[in-house]
């Protein structure tokens, strides 16, 4: 049995005047899901998130949530809320007021309702906080008080417009996690904006990518980190390193290329996940997939010589920049600090492990 | 030297520098408005002579309860000249008083009723950059002496006025109509639209303070525009009403140039006596005790109001 998706979005596109700011949107976001919109401001995201909450006209194509389509459905007969950027508590009401501010024509008795709001105020940790004046909440509290106020009806799809970029880092990594679970728990379709990589890749089940209008890549996080269609995703989440490469040949869904500094290797055709643009190849590969071998260690596969120009201390990692043989821009290779592992110094000589399993074409 | 960097250090705190600033409106402040009210409650408590604002002064409450007197002085001996009633005494000071609470009320009503939609089209449907340009079309009016613009409701609604005149020509009717002009409903008329701007104004920035998305958060938890505006929009600008209110109720009931000037001296109002009995009839102990009077049934109703209300002024952004 094929699922129908819960959100199906089929070349949506919207302009502001002149102003393209979709540009053929495409998409299906399955039931349940974790679904993040990630891109830099002004790539569309948010615009895409309140087509979908119903608070943005579309000027063509087809937004579909619940296989109903929503062209003229406004926002309050959405089965979507929202969990807005500024949170959008109403500063009028208590605690209890705002969570329970939509349930006005909910048919049930008011005694039934106030345990509803008392329920929804525990299960995002506010358990005795309704009596409160809203305006009287901190940052995070009043995030909770949004989150069990659009729960609280249920919905369908639950728009999360950024909602954590208000925090302090702490609170928001505890408050990542808390989402996770709370989703699981209820088990609504969850969709995330966010300009923060490291933040969809921790929370989401899939993750679009958008530049510019566009979705770049639609992927799950570790697709999306290990083989990124092209050179500008591999760019926006995580760092990656680029090498100049030429291509020798193709045969039997393997690639053979030249790499500068690393030299000539064979790679799978699933490591070039990209599509073939006609300019200069590239090869690239996270921090982490080399290693610095230290005195007398062995390289499992492959090793290259080089130089290390800079190093970062992180306490847990260090991240050197090293200058290998024959390549002007050094790569930044990081390595976790294990006991008996000194900390190079800058101007060491060292030699590098790689591997070409771990390497991405780009071309 | 002790003295001295003690007076050093007092000039220096943030508290005397905070007085020094205010000093020139507190004088100001001081002199005109708490002395002059000090010595209106001064003089009502005090007998009338017949001199010309001449004050016996001893002390008496018959300016506001029972029955008083106006003393004429000869050769140093008080000898009563007049009797009169004092101000909660007299049946006229009372239906003045309803009177002109009445066409406060029935002012403040029409001009919140009427400045709300305009600061709400300015707030919400005018483009930010002509917003400044908007308001300042409001103030208009404000560029022509009050007293012009109550002539010209004079003007508009009178005797021989535009409206009479207007109809008269056109053969609607006969005569002048009478009912337009000296009455209560003018009275209104030009009152509510003098004090439109006052109105306006104040609503205009609580609803220009109110955070959009907030609406949007209404819609999205299933509220229609309407009822939207009426559970979140309308409570999130009450400061503005009520400050609205106050402006325009205040004020009001204490104009007499409208009253004069369009009802002909035919609809006095309270503000009317009182400037009677200080000039005319000189009686300023009476007089005083009117305002006095006035004055405290005016920030009586306005301080009910306020309490009515402060479940939405307390509500900080």
């Known amino acids: ?363 | 030297m002790n003295l001295n960097s003690r007076w050093g250090r007092l000039t220096r705190s943030p508290a005397f520098n905070g007085y020094a600033l205010i000093s020139p409106t507190a004088l100001y402040a001081l002199l005109l408005l708490a002395a002059p009210l000090a010595t209106v409650i001064y003089l009502s408590f005090m007998g009338d002579g017949t001199g010309v604002h001449q004050v016996i002064h001893q002390f008496q409450l018959c300016n506001y309860v029972g029955d008083c007197n106006s003393y004429r002085t000869t050769d140093g001996t008080l000898a009563v000249a007049e009797g009169y009633k004092g101000a909660w005494s007299d049946p006229l000071y009372q239906a003045l008083m309803l009177r002109s609470l009445g066409v406060s009320f029935l002012v403040t009503l029409a001009t919140v009723v009427l400045a709300f939609p305009v600061a709400y089209f300015v707030s919400f449907f005018v483009a930010p950059n002509k917003k400044s340009l908007w308001l300042f079309l409001i103030t208009i009016p404000f560029w022509t002496s009050y007293l012009v613009r109550v002539f010209l409701w004079k003007v508009i609604l009178g005797y021989n006025g535009v409206v009479n005149s207007g109809l008269l020509s056109l053969g609607i009717i006969s005569e002048p109509l009478t009912w337009i002009n000296v009455n209560i409903g003018a009275i209104v008329v030009t009152l509510a639209h003098a004090y439109a701007p006052f109105a306006i104004l104040p609503i205009f920035v609580s609803l220009e303070k109110i955070d959009r998305s907030l609406l949007e958060a209404g819609s999205d938890l299933g509220e229609s525009a309407l009822m939207t505006f009426w559970r979140v929009t309308l409570p999130l600008a009450m400061p503005g009403v009520v400050g609205a209110v106050l402006i325009v109720f205040i004020p009001t009931v204490g104009d007499y140039v409208t009253p004069d000037i369009i009802g002909g001296g035919k609809l006095p109002l309270i503000a009317n006596v009182i400037q009677k009995q200080m000039l005319a009839i000189d009686n300023m102990p009476l007089g005083s005790a009117v305002a006095v009077s006035a004055m405290l049934i005016v920030g009586s109703v306005a301080g009910l109001f306020v309490l009515a209300n402060r479940r939405f002024l307390k509500v900080k952004k």
């Open chain 1, 1 to 363: 049995m094929t699922q129908r998706p819960m959100i199906e979005l089929k070349d949506v596109h919207k302009y502001y005047g002149d102003y393209h700011a979709l540009r053929g949107i495409n998409a299906d976001i399955k039931a349940g899901e974790f679904f993040s919109l990630l891109g830099p401001s002004g790539c569309g995201k948010t615009t895409l998130l309140r087509t979908i909450a119903g608070f943005e006209d579309i000027t063509s194509g087809v937004v579909m949530i619940d296989a109903k389509h929503m062209e003229g459905v406004p926002a309050n007969k959405r089965p979507t809320n929202m969990v807005f950027q500024s949170y959008a508590i109403f500063p009028h009401l208590t605690v209890a007021q705002n969570v329970g501010f939509g349930l006005r024509r909910d048919p049930r008795s008011q005694a039934e309702k106030d345990k509803a709001v008392a329920e929804a105020l525990e299960m995002v940790g506010l358990k005795g906080f309704g009596a409160r004046a809203a305006h009287a909440l901190s940052g995070g509290q009043r995030q909770r008080v949004a989150l069990a106020r659009a729960l609280i009806l249920k919905p369908k799809v639950l728009l999360l417009d950024e909602p954590l970029s208000a925090l302090d880092k702490k609170l928001r990594e505890n408050m990542q996690v808390e989402l996770i679970k709370l989703q699981r728990q209820v088990g609504i379709t969850f969709i995330l904006v966010t300009h923060d990589q490291e933040e969809a890749l921790v929370m989401s089940d899939r993750i679009a990518v958008m530049f510019e209008g566009e979705i770049a890549q639609l992927d799950d996080p570790e697709t999306l980190y290990r083989l990124p269609k092209s050179r500008k995703v591999a760019d926006f989440i995580g760092h990656m390193n680029f090498l100049p490469a030429a291509i020798h040949g193709e045969a039997n869904g393997e690639i053979e290329v030249e790499v500068l500094g690393l030299g000539r290797c064979h790679i799978s055709d699933k490591q070039a996940p990209g599509a073939v643009s006609g300019g200069e190849a590239s090869i690239g590969f996270r921090p982490e997939t080399l290693t610095i071998l230290y005195e007398g260690q062995a390289a499992t596969d492959r090793e290259t010589t080089g130089k290390v120009e800079e190093v970062v201390y992180y306490g847990d990692m260090t991240y050197y920049d090293v200058k290998l043989d024959g390549v002007a821009d050094p790569v930044r290779i990081s390595m976790r600090n294990v006991p008996g592992r000194p900390v190079l110094e800058r101007g060491a000589s060292t030699r590098v492990a790689w591997s070409a399993s771990a390497l991405v074409l780009f071309r």
